[in-house]
């Protein structure tokens, strides 16, 4: 399902997998997309290739993030070359992924950021409370071959130039003209994996700042549809979203889980995706759902649920 999309950056947390499912439920013909926790912007570029919406944008509060994306999308041939070259440097020199770390955490070279995330552990983006780059290299792998990223940085290009905004900054500032006819997806840090020593990404979110947010978008009336916690075996990230701010509540199979896997424990992970009401796809998906997505993979356990707030038609369904 995945396969032909454009995806240069392989962040850990991207949406790739699920971009499919995700995007069903956004609604048809959508001025602008705005992606504000955009990272590897998974959903934005299933949208382009898919003809989703009109226009894109992408934020994130990483600012070399942002300039990596302004590079993929504006200079493609020369960010191309320049991840070529780094990504050679590395044959025969133990340190190269060392130094290139050290050299990131002084001058945020956007391409320094993209070898880094391509040649780190699982592709596990850590920093500390500094804001430094910590994670080491995978010693068994070497990072997205350059022909292969050449590929995907002129596949992303092509399909976004002309077309997209990029905003770094927090995601409220990023969405602040977005209204009615726009529709904002939002993938935001999850409670429960970003905190620590070492955390997941650079900046985190605060569960009252992201209620105060949601709360602002419902009251200008713009739809979106948001990512949020969800479980892996018995792990559970963040308990649910307050009842008065009227989301319905899909969980999605998002598949075995990798890092159980490793630890040797066959475990899968579920998602949570909650819908505004503003959102005229919402009814249909409650009305047609649970139902199995093509492709999912789902047992009794862990088939897809839906709980919605306030049905616009029919009644309101509940799976087990
Ligand atoms: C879960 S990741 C998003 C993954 C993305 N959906 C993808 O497909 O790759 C969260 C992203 O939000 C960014 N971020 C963290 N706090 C933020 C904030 N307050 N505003 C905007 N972006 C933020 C992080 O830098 C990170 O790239």
Redesign the pocket.
């Known amino acids: 399902m995945h396969a032909a999309l454009p995806h240069p950056?392989p962040?850990q947390?991207?949406?790739?997998r699920l971009?499919a499912r995700i995007a069903q439920h956004f609604p048809r013909s959508i001025r602008t997309l705005y992606?504000?926790?955009?990272?590897?912007?998974?959903?934005t570029l299933y949208a382009a290739k898919h003809g989703l919406a009109r226009r894109f944008m992408i934020?994130?509060?990483?600012p070399a993030?942002i300039e990596l994306w302004r590079g993929i999308v504006e200079r493609p041939h020369e960010t191309a070359e320049r991840y070529r070259i780094l990504w050679s440097q590395q044959h025969g020199d133990a340190d190269h992924y060392g130094r290139v770390r050290a050299r990131y955490n002084i001058g945020h070279d956007p391409l320094d950021l993209l070898y880094l995330i391509c040649r780190c552990v699982k592709n596990a983006?850590r920093f500390n409370t500094r804001g430094e780059f910590t994670q080491s290299a995978d010693q068994r792998r070497m990072g997205m071959h350059p022909d292969r990223m050449r590929n995907a940085i002129e596949a992303a290009s092509s399909l976004l130039r002309d077309r997209v905004e990029l905003r770094c900054?927090?995601?409220?500032?990023?969405c602040a003209d977005a209204s009615a006819r726009d529709f904002v997806?939002l993938?935001?840090?999850?409670l429960g994996t970003?905190t620590g020593r070492d955390k997941?990404?650079?900046?985190?979110?605060t569960r009252e700042?992201l209620l105060d947010g949601l709360a602002q978008l419902r009251t200008r009336g713009v739809p979106f549809a948001l990512?949020y916690d969800g479980a892996t075996g018995t792990k559970k990230y963040g308990p649910p979203l307050p009842a008065h701010l009227q989301l319905a509540h899909l969980l999605l199979d998002a598949g075995r889980s990798a890092q159980a896997t490793l630890n040797g424990r066959n475990e899968r992970t579920i998602e949570s995706l909650y819908l505004s009401p503003d959102n005229r796809r919402l009814y249909e998906s409650c009305t047609s759902l649970p139902q199995k997505p093509r492709g999912d993979r789902q047992d009794s356990r862990h088939r897809a649920r839906v709980s919605c707030a306030r049905p616009a038609r029919g009644r309101t369904r509940r799976s087990t």
């Not at 934020?59 to 990483?62: A, E, H, I, K, V």
């Not at 993938?187 to 999850?190: K, R």
């Not at 997941?200 to 979110?205: D, E, G, M, T």
């Open positions: 950056i962040y947390g991207s949406k790739r971009a992606d504000p926790f955009a990272g590897s912007a998974a959903i934020g994130d509060s990483l993030m983006v900054g927090d995601w409220l500032e990023t997806y993938d935001p840090p999850y970003s997941r990404y650079h900046a985190q979110l700042a990512s």
